[in-house]
């Protein structure tokens, strides 16, 4: 795993986290900044190639693929990783700072693994180190979330092996490129990607799951699980169809469901899976542009996705409360924290100026260009979507809106620090697109600062706002949650057993009734005709016993003589 | 905390704002009917202004959808999955 011109970026963070339990105090939050700038200072010396190869059960591994692909995950992997740790500097608790940055270095594995078995590793890998992300909020709602995270992606993990098992044995190889398999292979490796990047109806583990993270672990969960699986899409399946018309229905999923959500982290998570939708479309449409527009939209939304999780967690750190319907009026007390996430609410809806604007355009100008009428027209409604519910709804009933008597303290520095780095990042990314396309594996042919989609897009806001402003005392919400497709296996399920059971004590006992009710017929019969005064248990007169003898005799005669 | 009084301040002049909001979408459909549409591969990018017709209704069309879908479906209390966990 290392040589002269490669070291294995995982391997260097998972060497530097087994440091951080012996640290303590300010020499751990030195640590926490160096190790992910070591990182990155590794990812700038990396050259393409294919490094750690070794033989594994006559398989051959490739533990390190460097390409331009990987590298653009690698990248803001990395970035992603020190902006969350010094989001979480204030925290004291050595188990959350493992897990992130073990969950870090399963994501850069799963993003340089050149073959499936090493990518299976580290998938694997990245469960497990992430549901500590969950557990350590320390309440019983989040362990039972974290179990029930837990259970589907160990279900993801099973169906990824059999995948792969099915794989080697088709196609003699677990290279991961493009799979180019037939049979059920395809389409197990398929279903395991789309569990990890939440595509409907897949997707309720981490809209159950996010919300109950601890305020700092949601950051890196927000970032890792669904793009390292849009990565492995863009690697495997360019091009597949299906995933186009998918991921448009993610993006329309997402900002409906958004509108129900109470929770602020729940709703942002349901904004995860509108805008993975994006990118599972762009890998749908399978061009060059799309392509580039999905690596493009999974590097921008990683960072503004990371100030949307962090301007909401600060909320939640310092007032206690999560839900729309108990907060508001914050400006005043969390000015900073209000703009920051501002920012975050601008690129996501892809405003001109900022990130999201020059990578989203492009996953909607390449369907577009191929004459996708209808896809257009639900990737629109889901940018005005997104729009309404992350910068309009949130923020205004969070930080204006009715004033809830909170008056908390502004954020500790370290957090407003790390925002405003993602929140730098996200403007540099919608001034300079060149500094982002010059990353991308093929060269953009795309423009988003034209007249034409300018204009568009700015309109679709804008009057999107307006729509909201007229609209605001229709707009629901308040105290309740809301049914997704977790009912299945958190209500639907129990109650299916339990009908099931209920149904079979039903049946058991109308059967054991007529049973016993026809035995006691018998019985009653039985005793009538053999019982003491039973007519076949009477004493008969010697008469009648005569008479009967006679007459059978008389039939003997009859019968047996003539005969 | 001068950016709260930064804040408080823009929403004292809120009415302006708005003004100058309306002005400004007035301005971006106008020039998207006098500049002639860059492509026609949809026949509604020939239609000056509807980009902002179809933010409009995008935009309640969620709100009425969404909420209907809540009311008729999908709202339940909050210790809905309380009792059984």
Known sequence: MITSDWIHPSLVLIAGTL??????????????????LAVLGVLWLAQPGEYGQMAFLGMELVTGRVDDLSMVFGWVFSTVLLIGAIYALHVNDQVQHVAAFLYGASALGVVFAGDLITLYVFWELMVITSVWLIWRRGSEVSFNAGFRYLVIHAVGGVVLLAGIIMFQFETGTTRFDQIDADGPAFWLILAAFMINAAVPPLHAWLTDAYPEATVTGAVFMSALTTKTAVYTLIRG?????????????????????????????????YHIVSQVGYMVAGVGLGTA???????????????????LFMG???????????K?????????YMPWTFVLYLVGGVSISAFPLFSGYVSKTMIVEAAAVDGRALIWLMLAVASAGTFLSTTLKLPYKTWLGEDSGLRPQ???????????????LCFLIGIFPGLLYALLPEPVDFDAYTMSVFLKEMQLLLFTGLAFCLLLKYVGGGPKISLDVDWLYRRGGPRLISATGTAIVTADRAVRRVALGQLMRLTSHMERKHGRDGKLAKSWPIGSMALWTAIVLAMLLTFGVWR | MKLARIIEFLISKRSLLAVIMLVLMAALVLADIILPPAYTRFPWEAISGFAAFFGFVACAALIFFSRFLGEWLLYRDEDYYDDHE
């Open chain 1, 237 to 269: 399946y360019p091009g597949t169809e299906m995933l186009v018309w998918l991921g448009a229905f993610m993006t329309l999923y997402g900002v409906t469901f958004a509108m129900l959500s109470n929770d602020i982290r729940r709703l942002l998570s």
């Open chain 1, 410 to 424: 502004e954020a500790p520095w370290n957090m407003l620090l790390a925002m405003s780095i993602a929140a730098a």
């Open chain 1, 289 to 307: 542009l799309a392509l580039s527009g999905s690596a493009s939209h999974a590097f921008t939304h990683i960072l503004y996705k990371a100030l």
């Open chain 1, 19 to 36: 440091v951080v339990p012996l640290l303590k105090g300010r020499a751990m939050q030195t640590w926490m900044v160096l190790l992910p």
């Open chain 1, 312 to 322: 909401a967690g600060a909320v939640i750190h310092m007032t206690g409360r999560s």
């Open chain 1, 324 to 332: 729309l319907s108990e907060l508001g009026g914050l400006y005043r």
